[in-house]
């Protein structure tokens, strides 16, 4: 089985990336395995028992399972914010292998990177505070709710929120920036902007990174969120940055 691992941080696309890579039915199923938030969900979903010291053995075989879908290629997102704790309760389950690179590798079959950023991180915290507030994350390209809920109350525009958000994002660059470094990995770079402008190009570009094939052309199953209100708050913080 090969694999591939989806380095993200919040806002930069990943979501509508891994609905692509799902839909085209060749590269597995990536989601969010190792979100500490997901990872109860997941267990119960797959009657799988965790330890009193956390996710084991049996874990990490169903979301090989899962994560693989079928198709013979394994596929995986994760945040920066999420990848300290993976690696670490990885190391605790596995120590005699060397590196990180290499227990992925070992125990999932990931031989490959995709990273995922954001140029405009300004405008990536906006996003991620609008979505914070509103509580409605994701929707479907058909206008329904994927994730979250129909906000309940408008926005409130809060400088700090953006500030400590932007100052949050900068830290998971950073993070994946080092380690990339460190593990001596070359991923294939994509931006959000790129990403939003051509989906399905790009998802094609993925899967000739990671060696599948797919003969039919996924259709893009969710709506970008962003509205008039993300460039006027954006426009409004970068005014108090000059």
Not at 155 to 164: E, M, N, T
Not at 165 to 194: K, V
Request: with cysteine.
């Amino acid at each position: 089985m090969s694999g591939y691992l989806l380095c993200g941080s919040p806002r930069s696309g990943s979501t509508l990336l891994c609905d692509l890579l799902a839909r085209s039915r060749v590269a597995g199923r990536p989601e969010s395995y190792f979100r500490p938030a997901s990872i109860p969900d997941y267990s119960m979903a797959w009657g799988v028992e965790r330890g009193a010291d956390g996710w084991g053995h049996s874990y990490i075989e169903s979301v090989r399972h899962n994560g693989e879908a079928g198709t013979g290629c394994f596929g995986m997102r994760i945040m920066w914010s999420d990848m300290p704790a993976f690696l670490e309760r990885l190391a605790i389950l596995y120590p005699a292998v060397s590196s990180d690179r290499e227990r992925l590798r070992s125990q999932f079959g990931v031989g490959y990177f995709v990273r995922l950023s954001r140029n405009d991180k300004v405008a990536q915290a906006v996003s991620l505070v609008i979505a914070a507030q509103t509580g409605l994350w994701h929707r479907n390209a058909d206008g329904t709710v994927r994730q979250g809920s129909e906000p309940a109350e408008p926005p409130r525009y809060d400088s700090g929120q953006i500030a400590a958000e932007l100052e949050m994002l900068e830290n998971e660059a950073r993070g994946w920036d080092t380690w990339f470094s460190a593990q001596s990995i070359a991923p294939l770079d994509l931006t959000y902007e790129s990403l939003s402008r051509e989906p399905v190009e790009q998802t094609m570009a993925v899967l000739s990174h990671i060696g599948s094939k797919s003969d039919m052309v996924p259709a893009v199953g969710t709506a970008k969120l962003a509205t008039s209100l993300n460039d006027e708050w954006g426009d409004r913080y970068r005014a108090t940055l000059k």
